[in-house]
Each structure stands twice: as structure tokens, then as C-alpha cells.
């Protein structure tokens, strides 16, 4: 909801690939103290790397402690309920083919 990040995600030469993920999946972040599920992490293309690689990013989620019951995968070893945790943040991903 910030917009310090407003003139880097509307910059005509770059893409967001994480636009390409389903809105109920796209998200990065997650704080118990509101409980809430939000993307603060992104990946910048250039518009012409975008459109050579047309995949969708995957978002790595295992170090999310358990009371981000909105993900149900497999966690890192010894994640536990609150921590510890490998990170509150889940960095997007995304193999790109350079030619």
C-alpha cells in the first residue's frame, strides 16, 4: 500500500512478473500481529526479458513459521508454530532463459 515503490512498478520498461501469479496466491508476507497476507517482495524484468520468458514465478515458502496457516506445504526442518522461522518474507523465483 505504500508508494514508495509507485515510480519502479509503473517504469514502462519493466515488468512484474509476480503479476502473473493468482491473486489469492500472490503473496510474500505474512504478519501475525494483524494477520495478514500481503506481496512485499517482487521481481523486475526488463519488458523484453518478460516476454521471453512467459512462466510463472514460484514463491519459496518454507521457512514460514506454522501460524501462516494460509500455506500448507512442506517446511524447512525445525520450523516451528511462531519460530523459529527462516524468514517472514518468501523470495520469489524464477528461472530465466537468456538467448
Keep these: 500500500d505504500s508508494t514508495s515503490l509507485t515510480s519502479l512498478l509503473s517504469h514502462p520498461g519493466l515488468v512484474n512478473v509476480a503479476d502473473r501469479i493468482t491473486e489469492t496466491d500472490r503473496w ?5 500481529g494483524g494477520n495478514q497476507y500481503k506481496l512485499l517482495d517482487y521481481l523486475l524484468l526488463s519488458k523484453s526479458l518478460a516476454d521471453a520468458n512467459t512462466q ?7 521457512g514460514l513459521p506454522y501460524r501462516a496457516e ?3 506445504g512442506d517446511r ?3 520450523i516451528g508454530e511462531s519460530s523459529p522461522k527462516a ?3 518468501c523470495p520469489i523465483y524464477m528461472d530465466l532463459t537468456l538467448s
Design 70 to 72: 494460509r500455506y500448507d
Design 28 to 32: 510474500t508476507h505474512y504478519w501475525a
Design 87 to 89: 524468514s517472514d518474507h
Design 76 to 78: 524447512f526442518n525445525n
Design 56 to 62: 510463472t514465478p514460484g514463491i519459496m515458502r518454507k
